[in-house]
């Protein structure tokens, strides 16, 4: 984002180490860099970086908003009418206010990119929510538009996600980059417009990984595409992206893109300037370019000393001479036990036989194909040995599971899904085409062993483990209201009612409750 006074303030992902290297730099017009704002959490994410991609100034050029992964919010600072100073120490986010806070279960959790409506109001992409956002009068988050999933070029039975990245304003619509998820295929990225009111149309599509979309003074669109991806290359590992395969393109009148610059080595963002030129941004090597046009062409200049290396303290060791004598210490300091969670066993119960049975039980499911022990098998070590699973609409177990071309509703179908289908003369069910084709649950299988005794469940840790004698915490008011003191007992009412994993064709459509209550009526007939 630039000042006024021609500074400028630059985004920051950190070193994906897990540590608090992600901020925010500035960078004074004479070039002397240094941390503005500093202490968030960098980590990796399927092999990509996760930190602080977002940074935008409003209109009126009174505040900053900063953007951090998973944080469920924007950080916000009220800009000074002086110049901004590199401080002594960086600002932290004690010293930040917040933005675009959650409204019940709504929330930013991958905040990528910022724009601004004509009244000056924050319009942010979300790349993990696929959707794009607006704070509200009260300062919370409103999704005002969510992006179907794109087709893949490679092979047009498969979806892929859409990954907003870049959004910039152009007159009444927003233009939104569509990165495109994995496996990443040539040409399934896409530029999309979107107003207001949910409309979308396509202005270029066959990209390879666009991240950045941006418009100049003279009216200029400007599209940075990020990488190519190495084709069957592991999406999860950050090894697949080739080098020196992003390019800068002049978006057309006719909607065809002209290269202005290739071989850039991880773009992540392109920002141009009131004299014409243009700064990008490369992701892994920490480079800043500047590029100018002139009447020798295209010139192409980098800071090649790089952003300033955020400074970790180095860890400190002492020699341990007897290292059974340390363990046996630690253990008794924290009370560890050889069987941890013995005394939470429930023992051959009737309550126990019965989650036995329910989680093995297909009845569990929308259409009656799944089980909670489909992911969590006790022959993968309850996993499914999977990069990513299979939910609804698969058949067979772990690596051999693979997509159904077709899925049977089940007898409780609501009519406008069974009106899509055609009707099975022996048994009367409704058949219709596979709805998740090629769509793969988001997160991998953990592993459910010992999973009564983890701080949270899920990936995200979404559904808080009780402390204190308090109820479990969770991003769904309705099940917060229940005050269930057992996380892994909370956790459980989720799966049912995701589309992909276990609420399918039949029930997937329904709000969250309403499948639970369906379910329930779906045991109590067939007891």
Known sequence: AALPDGSLLIAEDGTGKND???GISLMTPDGEIGRFISGFESSLDSGDLTGSPL???????????VGNYEAGHLWTYPLPDEPLTIPAQPLTADDLGKAMKPLNNVRLRNPFDIAFDPKGVPIVTDA????????TEDGRTRFIHRFDDL???TNDKLRIDPVPTGIARIGAEYYVTLTGGCPFPPGGGELAAIDEQRNQRTIADNLNMPIDVAQGPDGTIWVLEFATFTPDASCFSGMGYQQK???????????ALEPVVTELNYPGAVLPMPDGSLYVTEVFNGRLLRITFGEEGTQMNADERGLVPVKIAAPTYRNIGDLDAALTAVAQRL???PYPGAAQKEGDTPLAQLGQDLFFDPLLSGDRNIACATCHNPALAMADGRVLPIGAGGEQLGPARDFLEEV???????????REGRTDPETGLTIVPNPFMGQFVPRNSPTVLNAALFPAQFWDGRVQQYANGQPVQTQEEIVNQFRMDDALAAQALFPLTSLHEMAGATLGSLPAQEIRRQLIERLTNEP
């Open 245 to 255: 395969t992003g390019r800068l393109s002049r978006l057309q009148p006719d909607g």
């Open 20 to 22: 608090d290297s992600a």
């Open 408 to 418: 049977v509703l089940a007898p409780d179908a609501a009519n406008p899904r069974k």
């Open 151 to 153: 087709i893949d070029p």
């Open 128 to 135: 993990t929510e696929n959707g794009v956002a607006k704070e």
């Open 55 to 65: 940074v935008g100034i409003s209109p009126d050029g009174k505040t900053l908003y």
């Open 335 to 337: 009370n560890l036990q």
